[in-house]
């Protein structure tokens, strides 16, 4: 059962700037972009806040320049842009495979790569809407003490589920992001924390303004698995990046989403001879991605399945590559 829509001051700016000076006047507001999100947030009581800033009215978050350094993509630009993208396509196959797996095609259209790399984490004691949270004393992320999924541990184990972030990271992405004391960047991989409650490294008054991608190298993909397969998000998602070098071999990058509070870049075993691919090698491969993520009961679908489904997408992608 949703609830009627709270009520809310929204602000319309125009400038990053405007945008900036907006959430400091408003202590606790939230920036809405494509609103795919925060709208069923707000729906279900998960998000109350007094002022809404609404971002699509910032064009300057809209604008992609292709250059030699790379490929600057605002964080207004919408997934079904991206996914449209040529140089993407050509230059981030992982990346554009990602964007055209977001959701349904109605979302895309609206929804924004800056909401979906800012995206909140997601659980089934969380997702759901205000009685029944209550009537389970809510949970550690909103209003209660508890992680339902970990009631032992002192964290919150929501898992991350944006399609996006494991995709522009295996391609070694930074985002901009712009505040009241101007514009840092910073590697995507170092914007998250592995806290459900709190997994974005993004201060009170800040906006992610682009993601920056360095000059096309590594071919790549990505997939995922999911319950319905026309509209979910991710249990799931794996990235991979493959360069493969002059003397034979070949470097894999591998990045995992939907199974942590964060996504995650995997440690691997060292390059791999490209000519002559060894079931050795995968082996490895497949091990150390199960090592290296903790899927918890977040989902109605168990870890364990996640876990094994992470890896062999992992090497099923990665073997394509070669
Ligand atoms: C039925 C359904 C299915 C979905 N399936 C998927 C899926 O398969 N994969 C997936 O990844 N997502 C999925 N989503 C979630 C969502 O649609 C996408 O993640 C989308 O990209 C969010 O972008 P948005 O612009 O709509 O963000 P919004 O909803 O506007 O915002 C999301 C969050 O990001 C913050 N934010 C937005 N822009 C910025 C910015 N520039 N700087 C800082 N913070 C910002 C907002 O404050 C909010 O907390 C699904 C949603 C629904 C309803």
Not at 89 to 109: D, I, T
Not at 157 to 176: C, K, Q, T
């Amino acid at each position: 059962m949703t609830e009627a829509m709270p009520q809310f001051q929204l602000i319309e700016p125009s400038t990053v700037d405007e945008a900036v000076a907006a959430l400091q006047d408003a202590p606790g507001a939230v920036l809405c972009a494509g609103g795919t999100d925060l709208v069923v947030q707000l729906r279900q009581g998960l998000s109350d806040p007094g002022t809404l800033v609404n971002l699509s009215g910032v064009a300057a978050l809209s604008t992609v320049e292709e250059t030699n350094k790379g490929l600057r993509v605002g964080a207004g630009v919408t997934l079904a842009e991206i996914a449209g993208m040529e140089a993407v396509a050509n230059g981030y196959p992982a990346v554009a495979k990602a964007a055209q797996s977001v959701a349904g095609p109605s979302h895309r259209e609206v929804a924004t790569l800056g909401g979906n790399l800012c995206l909140d984490t997601r659980c089934v004691y969380f997702n759901q809407s205000h009685w029944w949270r209550k009537s389970n004393s809510f949970c550690l992320k909103n209003r209660g003490d508890i992680c339902h999924v970990a009631p032992k541990g002192n964290r919150c184990r929501a898992a991350f589920s944006g399609d996006m972030a494991p995709a522009l990271m295996v391609h070694g992405a930074e985002i901009e992001i712009a505040g009241a004391n101007g514009v840092r960047r910073i590697a995507l991989a170092d914007f998250y924390h592995e806290d459900g409650a709190e997994h974005i490294n993004l201060e009170p008054c800040e906006i992610v303004v682009a993601a920056h991608l360095p000059p096309p190298g590594p071919t790549s993909d990505y997939e995922k698995i999911r319950v319905r397969g026309s509209i979910d998000f991710p249990l799931a998602g794996v990235a991979v990046a493959c360069n493969k070098l002059d003397d034979g071999t070949a470097q894999f990058t591998v990045a995992v989403t939907g199974t942590n509070s964060k996504p995650l870049l995997v440690e691997l075993p060292g390059d791999l001879n490209a000519e002559e691919p060894n079931d050795a090698f995968f082996a490895t491969l497949e091990k150390q991605v199960q090592k290296a993520v903790s899927p918890q009961r977040t989902t109605t679908i168990a870890p364990h399945y996640r876990r094994l489904s992470v890896s062999a997408l992992t090497v099923r992608l990665a073997e394509g590559l070669l």
